[in-house]
């Protein structure tokens, strides 16, 4: 005959509380980083969910384009650039009033580079590329843009 031991004492049970409010989390607009434009990332911030490669090749695997292209850009960090189409160049473009040489002045865009109000159109670009392009001007690197209608 063999001998079993048993064990006998008091077990505790705690339920675990998971409500599915509580896991719940969407965002349409929200707080942005300063630096990036880039959606934070914490929900005690109002942040955004990250979408990384995986997400995103899902996404492009199932033809759903229209809406990778809405969620990554439009809704995350959409910014707008004016490119001058005669030199190509993004940082030349002002806005605001300017007397120039030949005495009028101009009112909204004008490229001082080639010195024209002409041919200066509007591009949406991800904000992360306006910022490299910002960055790489500071360091004497300019950056040049063929525009086409497409």
Same mark, same amino acid.
């Given at each position: 005959m063999e001998l079993l031991l048993i064990l006998v004492g008091q077990t505790f049970y705690q339920r675990l509380v998971h409500m599915a409010e509580d896991k719940? !989390?969407?965002?349409?607009?929200? @707080? *942005?980083? @300063? &630096?990036?434009? /880039? @959606? *934070?990332?914490?929900?005690?911030?109002?942040?955004? *969910?990250?979408f990384g490669e995986m997400e995103r090749d899902c996404l492009i695997a199932h033809g759903a384009s229209a809406n990778l292209h809405e969620k990554l850009f439009t809704l995350s960090n959409l910014s707008q650039m004016h490119i001058c189409q005669k030199c190509k160049n993004i940082e030349n473009v002002i806005q605001r009033a300017l007397s120039i040489p030949t005495g009028r002045k101009i009112r909204g865009l004008y490229c001082r580079f080639c010195k024209s109000s002409d041919d200066i159109v !509007? *591009?949406? %670009?991800?904000?992360? %590329? $306006?910022?490299?392009? /910002?960055? &790489?001007?500071?360091? $004497?690197i300019s950056l040049k843009f063929d525009t086409c209608l497409c």
């Open positions: 719940l !989390k969407f965002r349409s607009t929200g @707080p *942005v980083h @300063p &630096l990036t434009g /880039q @959606p *934070v990332f914490d929900r005690k911030h109002f942040g955004g *969910v990250r !509007k *591009v949406n %670009a991800p904000y992360g %590329a $306006k910022l490299l392009c /910002q960055e &790489l001007f500071c360091m $004497k």
